[in-house]
């Protein structure tokens, strides 16, 4: 079993920066790729990015490319989402997720394990 607990998030101005944290549970974290969601209210939850098990290897919806980065330090059981230039359509319940394999999947429904979020609100 593998515990994801999310923290970092807060109330930022438009054009600021937050990095949340996801720290992990367990022993295999290492071997497991990892992923960022987030859900808006009124919408379903949708992929923000994910990363492999080295973190050699990321990915990113088109809507975050150039101003999030995924990130982990597998020593300390964490990947990261450092998100800079937020704008007020970012604003969401952000998620981490992992899946018990190397490389991420394609499918929000293939991950194995959640947390419980944390908001983040971008003001205008």
């Known amino acids: 079993q593998v515990q994801l607990v999310e923290s970092g998030g807060g109330l930022v101005q438009a054009g600021g920066s937050l990095r949340l944290s996801c720290a992990a549970s367990?022993?295999?974290?290492?071997?497991?790729?990892m992923g960022w969601f987030r859900q808006a209210p009124g919408k379903e939850r949708e992929f923000v990015a994910a990363?492999?098990?080295?973190?050699?290897?990321?990915y990113y919806a088109d809507s975050v490319k150039g101003r999030f980065t995924i990130s982990r330090d597998n020593a300390k059981n964490t990947v990261y989402l450092q998100m800079n230039s937020l704008k007020p359509e970012d604003t969401a319940v952000y998620y981490c997720?992992?899946?018990?394999?190397?490389?991420?999947?394609?499918?929000?429904?293939?991950?194995?394990?959640w947390g419980q979020g944390t908001q983040v609100t971008v003001s205008s």
């Open positions: 997720a992992a899946h018990t394999e190397l490389e991420p999947p394609n499918i929000l429904d293939e991950y194995d394990y």
């Open positions: 367990g022993r295999t974290f290492s071997s497991y790729a």
């Open positions: 990363i492999s098990w080295s973190g050699g290897s990321t």
